[in-house]
Nanobody, 127 residues
Framework: QVQLVESGGGVVQAGDSLRLSCVAS????????MGWFRQAPGKAREFVTA???????????YYADSVKGRFTVSRDNTKNTVYLQMNSLKPEDTAVYYC?????????????????WGQGTQVTVSS
């Protein structure tokens, strides 16, 4: 069983930055691929980015087109933590942000491929 706890959300203005964190329980964190998804009111949960757990598998870091160049995902396996650095935030980035974990190394943009989810953290960007 893996438990994920996100933090770092808040209310910011357009152009500001935020860093989200997701701490995972368990001893298998470094082997798990981690994803960030978001869900705006009235919309489906959408992929933001994912980082594979096992280097050298051929998998790579993925970003949704809407966040490329603005968001950066990273992980610290010594702290069982994955981060989402969000720069140049826009009002359309407003959503609840979720982190998720999977043992897969492919198909990481598909939310149905994830086994564990956090409770989410709200990000609100005002114009």
């Amino acid at each position: 069983q893996v438990q994920l706890v996100e933090s770092g959300g808040g209310v910011v203005q357009a152009g500001d930055s935020l860093r989200l964190s997701c701490v995972a329980s368990g001893r298998t964190f470094s082997n798990r691929s981690m994803g960030w998804f978001r869900q705006a009111p009235g919309k489906a949960r959408e992929f933001v980015t994912a980082i594979p757990g096992i280097p050298g598998t051929g998998s790579t870091i993925y970003y949704a087109d809407s966040v490329k160049g603005r968001f950066t995902v990273s992980r610290d396996n010594t702290k069982n933590t994955v981060y989402l650095q969000m720069n140049s935030l826009k009002p359309e980035d407003t959503a609840v942000y979720y982190c998720a974990a999977t043992s897969r190394v492919i198909g990481l943009s598909n939310r149905y491929n994830y086994d564990y989810w956090g409770q989410g953290t709200q990000v609100t960007v005002s114009s």
